[in-house]
C-alpha cells in the first residue's frame, strides 16, 4: 500500500470563526507497497463533509492492516500545540471519493538534545472528534487504513476536496445557472410522472420541446419553433391515418388549446420545480460533499438533510404557491390561496400542514455538479423521490415533426 499525505493543513479546533481557518502547514511522505493513494487535506467547514457509506469489499487481514500501519509514518508541523481537525479523502477502485474527519492534538517536546537549544517539534498525536483523548500517530494511520479497506486505491489516483458551498448557494444553484444557461434538455421523473423539456433560449419565442406523462392516460408533447406549434396526445399515439402531430393554427378546436394550456402549466410548474425545492433547501443542513467519477467525468456531490417541520415553519408561502400552483384549476383553491397572499393565518396554517404531510418529516436532497459548474442531477428523498436530469448544455436543438406526419386543419 503506497500512502502519501499531501497538501496537510488544519485550524485550531474552538479557535477560529466558523468556516475559516486559523493555522496551516504542510507536509508530505509516502511509502512503497501495494497499489493505493491517500491524500490528506485541510477542512474548510468542520461540519460540511460525512464519511459516504461504502459497500463491503473483502479486506486484508487485520495483520496485513497492523504492519502496514506500522510501516508508514506522518510528519507535519504545526505553529503551537493545541487541537487541530483534518480531513482525509480517498479514491476507491470504483472511482468513489470517500471522505472522513478526524482531530490530531499537538503537543509541544524538545527534538532531541542536540537540538534543544534551537527549536522545538510539534510532535502529532491523534484523537477521535467525538471524544477527544491522546493517542499514538500510529493509530490514526490504523484508522485510515481501515478506512480504506472499503475498496482498493488505483494507482498513482489523487483526491481533492470539493469545492466549499453554503447552503444557500447548493439551494439556488440550479436556478442561477438555468438564469445564463438556458439552452439545455431536462428529464423529470416522480411518482409515477414524467416531463421532458428541450429548451433553446430565455425569450419569448424561444424553441422548445416539451413532453410530459402524468399517467391515466393523460399526456402529450408540444413543440414550439419560430415558425409554428405542433401538439400530440397522447404521446405516440395516431390522430388521423399516418398523422401523429397537429399543426396548432387559428382553426385549432378550443378544447384543444384548452388541453395544450393545461398540459403546458402543469408540466412546467414541476420541471421548474426546483425553485420551490430551493425555499426548503435553503433551511437545510448540509451532511456530506465528495468528488465522484472513476474514468468518467468527475462529478461534485452535495447532500443537504432538510428538517420538514422547521423548515416549513419558515417558508415564504407566498413565494411557494407562486412556484408551485400560480394558476388553480377550481376556484376553491384559488380562494384559499388568496387568504394565504393576505396573510390569513388559519390558511397559512393549513397550507403549512399541507405542505409537511406531502413531504414527510424529513427530506434530504443530493445534487451532482461537473467540475465546470454545471448541474447535472439532483435527488429529492421525501415521502415521494423527485429526480432532474440535465444534459445538452448549450447544444440541444427543437426540430418540427416530419411534414408528412402533420395533420393542419384548415378553414
Given at each position: 500500500?503506497?500512502?502519501?499525505?499531501?497538501?496537510?493543513?488544519?485550524?485550531?479546533?474552538?479557535?477560529?470563526?466558523?468556516?475559516?481557518?486559523?493555522?496551516?502547514?504542510?507536509?508530505?511522505?509516502?511509502?512503497?507497497?501495494?497499489?493505493?493513494?491517500?491524500?490528506?487535506?485541510?477542512?474548510?467547514?468542520?461540519?460540511?463533509?460525512?464519511?459516504?457509506?461504502?459497500?463491503?469489499?473483502?479486506?486484508?487481514?487485520?495483520?496485513?492492516?497492523?504492519?502496514?500501519?506500522?510501516?508508514?509514518?506522518?510528519?507535519?508541523?504545526?505553529?503551537?500545540?493545541?487541537?487541530?481537525?483534518?480531513?482525509?479523502?480517498?479514491?476507491?477502485?470504483?472511482?468513489?471519493?470517500?471522505?472522513?474527519?478526524?482531530?490530531?492534538?499537538?503537543?509541544?517536546?524538545?527534538?532531541?538534545?542536540?537540538?534543544?537549544?534551537?527549536?522545538?517539534?510539534?510532535?502529532?498525536?491523534?484523537?477521535?472528534?467525538?471524544?477527544?483523548?491522546?493517542?499514538?500517530?500510529?493509530?490514526?494511520?490504523?484508522?485510515?487504513?481501515?478506512?480504506?479497506?472499503?475498496?482498493?486505491?488505483?494507482?498513482?489516483?489523487?483526491?481533492?476536496?470539493?469545492?466549499?458551498?453554503?447552503?444557500?448557494?447548493?439551494?439556488?444553484?440550479?436556478?442561477?445557472?438555468?438564469?445564463?444557461?438556458?439552452?439545455?434538455?431536462?428529464?423529470l421523473r416522480s411518482s409515477g410522472i414524467s416531463v421532458t423539456l428541450i429548451s433553446c433560449g430565455a425569450e419569448t419565442g424561444s424553441p422548445t420541446d416539451l413532453s410530459a406523462d402524468f399517467g391515466h392516460g393523460f399526456s402529450g408533447r408540444l413543440i414550439r419553433t419560430r415558425n409554428a406549434t405542433y401538439f400530440q396526445t397522447p404521446i405516440g399515439s395516431e390522430i388521423a391515418p399516418g398523422k401523429y402531430f397537429d399543426k396548432?393554427?387559428?382553426?385549432?378546436?378550443?378544447?384543444?388549446?384548452?388541453?395544450?394550456?393545461?398540459?403546458?402549466?402543469?408540466?412546467?410548474?414541476?420541471?421548474?420545480?426546483?425553485?420551490?425545492h430551493a425555499l426548503l433547501i435553503n433551511r437545510g443542513r448540509l451532511t456530506a460533499a465528495s468528488i465522484e467519477g472513476g474514468t468518467g467525468p468527475h462529478t461534485i456531490h452535495y447532500t443537504v438533510h432538510i428538517d420538514v417541520r422547521r423548515a416549513v415553519e419558515r417558508l415564504n408561502l407566498p413565494a411557494y404557491i407562486a412556484y408551485t400552483n400560480p394558476m388553480p384549476l377550481d376556484q376553491r383553491t384559488e380562494e384559499e390561496?388568496?387568504?394565504?397572499?393576505?396573510?390569513?393565518?388559519?390558511?397559512?396554517?393549513?397550507?403549512?400542514?399541507?405542505?409537511?404531510?406531502?413531504?414527510?418529516?424529513?427530506?434530504?436532497?443530493?445534487?451532482?455538479?461537473?467540475?465546470?459548474?454545471?448541474?447535472?442531477?439532483?435527488?429529492?428523498?421525501?415521502?415521494?423521490?423527485?429526480?432532474?436530469?440535465?444534459?445538452?448544455?448549450?447544444?440541444?436543438?427543437?426540430?418540427?415533426?416530419?411534414?408528412?406526419?402533420?395533420?393542419?386543419?384548415?378553414?
Open positions: 500500500m503506497a500512502v502519501s499525505t499531501s497538501s496537510l493543513a488544519a485550524w485550531r479546533a474552538g479557535s477560529s470563526p466558523a468556516g475559516r481557518p486559523a493555522t496551516a502547514a504542510t507536509a508530505t511522505t509516502s511509502r512503497s507497497g501495494p497499489t493505493g493513494s491517500v491524500s490528506v487535506a485541510s477542512v474548510v467547514r468542520p461540519s460540511a463533509v460525512t464519511v459516504p457509506a461504502a459497500k463491503a469489499t473483502p479486506r486484508p487481514s487485520p495483520a496485513t492492516i497492523a504492519s502496514a500501519a506500522t510501516r508508514t509514518g506522518l510528519h507535519a508541523r504545526f505553529p503551537r500545540p493545541g487541537l487541530y481537525r483534518l480531513w482525509a479523502q480517498f479514491r476507491d477502485a470504483r472511482g468513489r471519493v470517500l471522505t472522513t474527519t478526524f482531530t490530531l492534538e499537538a503537543r509541544q517536546e524538545t527534538r532531541t538534545k542536540r537540538a534543544q537549544n534551537d527549536s522545538q517539534a510539534l510532535h502529532v498525536r491523534t484523537a477521535p472528534c467525538s471524544d477527544v483523548q491522546s493517542m499514538h500517530v500510529r493509530r490514526l494511520l490504523l484508522v485510515i487504513l481501515l478506512v480504506i479497506t472499503a475498496g482498493l486505491m488505483t494507482t498513482g489516483s489523487t483526491a481533492t476536496l470539493p469545492p466549499g458551498r453554503s447552503v444557500a448557494a447548493i439551494a439556488t444553484l440550479v436556478g442561477d445557472y438555468l438564469a445564463t444557461h438556458p439552452t439545455v434538455k431536462r428529464v396548432v393554427t387559428d382553426y385549432y378546436e378550443p378544447y384543444s388549446l384548452l388541453g395544450i394550456g393545461t398540459l403546458a402549466m402543469m408540466a412546467t410548474n414541476l420541471i421548474d420545480g426546483h425553485r420551490a390561496y388568496a387568504k394565504v397572499r393576505a396573510g390569513d393565518p388559519a390558511a397559512q396554517a393549513r397550507l403549512r400542514a399541507r405542505i409537511a404531510g406531502d413531504l414527510g418529516p424529513s427530506a434530504d436532497y443530493e445534487l451532482w455538479v461537473d467540475l465546470s459548474g454545471r448541474p447535472v442531477r439532483y435527488v429529492l428523498s421525501a415521502k415521494t423521490r423527485t429526480e432532474m436530469a440535465f444534459s445538452d448544455w448549450g447544444t440541444c436543438m427543437v426540430n418540427a415533426p416530419p411534414s408528412e406526419r402533420v395533420r393542419e386543419l384548415k378553414g
